[in-house]
């Protein structure tokens, strides 16, 4: 699993020794590897490209599992969680002409993170308000009008973690549907971009199901293609 793990989200040679050794280390008990350094490699690797996200948010499932049956002081996620924030802020602070890019690559990474780490059953409650933030973000004017790549990733982001997020934070989720409703009526919005935002508004007002008839209108070719 883990060779597999690791081919996946190609690093090169020299950082691919580096996480084998870090994972060693830390299921043996033996060494505590360098955090910060680790942290830095894979999570710059999640946010190079959103193709990344779930394999990277499951390799550090995997350090913290083991980091836990090792009976070490826990420290793996606290890292992910500081260098997430630092990540953010790192984004925030970016004005170019990639930052939609680089915002579609975050919260794939932040979503994923979310689904695959879990305390108790629960998804991390420290990462419910950025990823709701971040969502926000990308539904602005300046990253998904006209962008059908930012919609797609803020409409996928909430068929997964919808219902989760408004259970965990309602208010928050009531600011985030303001911002996509707004999204849905610029007129820079094509037509894909209105049916892909007006199908997560009716999967929020039907309690996150999608009914049969809403699922038909939303997939059949006529509306797809058009």
Known sequence: ??????????????????????????RSGDR????????????????SNHRY???????????????KESAKELEFRKHILNTLHREYTQIRSTDGHECELDWVNF?????????????KEEPLHALVVPLIDSLVVLASARYSSGNQECVQCIVRQLQLHGKALERLNESKMAELFCSIRELFLR???????????LEVIELRANQWVLSQSANAYYYC???MNS
């Open 107 to 119: 919260v794939s990474l932040l979503g994923s993170i979310f689904h695959h780490i879990r305390i």
């Open 187 to 197: 007129a820079e919005t094509d037509q894909l971009s209105r049916l892909m935002l």
């Open 32 to 47: 505590q590897p360098d955090l910060n350094r680790l942290m830095d490699v894979i999570i710059r690797r999640g946010i």
């Open 1 to 26: 699993m883990e060779s597999s793990l690791l081919d996946r989200l190609g690093f090169d040679a020299k950082d691919k020794t580096f996480v084998c050794q870090a994972l060693d280390g830390i």
């Open 221 to 223: 070719d006529d509306n």
């Open 53 to 67: 996200s779930s394999d990277t948010a499951k390799l550090c499932a995997l350090f913290i599992k083991y980091e």
